[in-house]
């Protein structure tokens, strides 16, 4: 690729990147319905949703990608020097800690909602739908949240916009403050570390526990 071409496909991946967001943020405003559909019908809904969102997200990454070049995609790619599992640790219980007590204080609670929303499936659904929710969506959200925003804007906007954008796609209520906490220590991990890899993993992480929890409240 041209060195001329970069600039205009990395200006092409930021603007994408904000129109997807903001996409996301207007999708979740939308009033919720009353009672939560049947099991099947609310599987396939969650399908579906994943099969548009998905390539949505990945769109503005890959163009990203391509403008970085092989060798700062390697970088961010690449496992941190320094990282073991014991900083991983301490970085997904403060931001654990830190969510569940603000949603705590928002909502009081709150933050099972989510969890009480995928219980309603069956506990074989929600083994089915595991990898979507523990791979895919952590690592493609993470490429556009941690990915593109947060080195598109500038510095000084570049962690507390992606961390805003982040809590209100996933909805303006209860979730939006505590996943915008979740946002901001998942782009201070990435900044710190260089690397998207750890952050990709503490969202994974995140995710995993949410439908354990999820599982354990289908199977009562």
Do not use: K
Not at 60 to 66: H, Q, S, T, Y
Not at 71 to 92: H, I, K, N, V
């Amino acid at each position: 690729m041209t060195p001329t071409l970069r600039p205009a496909l990395r200006v092409l991946a930021a603007f994408l990147a904000a129109v997807v967001a903001l996409l996301f943020c207007a999708a979740n405003a939308l009033p919720a319905p009353d009672a939560p559909p049947p099991p099947d019908a609310l599987f396939g809904l969650l399908l579906r949703a994943q099969a548009v969102s998905l390539p949505l997200l990945a769109l503005p990454a890959a163009l990203w990608a391509a403008a970085e070049g092989r060798a700062r995609l390697r970088g961010l790619l690449a496992w941190p020097e320094g990282w073991g599992l014991r900083r991983l640790a301490w970085c997904l219980a403060l931001a654990l800690a830190g969510s569940y007590a603000l949603a705590e204080g928002v909502a009081g609670g709150g933050e099972q909602e989510a969890a009480r929303q995928l219980s309603a499936l069956r506990p074989g659904q929600l083994l089915l739908f595991a990898p979507i929710l523990v791979l895919a969506v952590p690592t493609f959200e993470e490429a556009l949240f941690r990915g593109v925003l947060l080195h598109a804007a500038p510095p000084w906007a570049a962690l507390p916009l992606s961390s805003l954008l982040f809590g209100l796609a996933h909805g303006p209520d209860a979730f939006a403050l505590p996943l915008a906490l979740l946002g901001w220590c998942l782009g201070l991990v990435t900044l710190r570390a260089r690397s998207l890899l750890p952050a990709i993993l503490l969202h994974a992480l995140f995710n995993l526990l949410a439908l354990l929890l999820a599982l354990l409240l289908a199977l009562l």
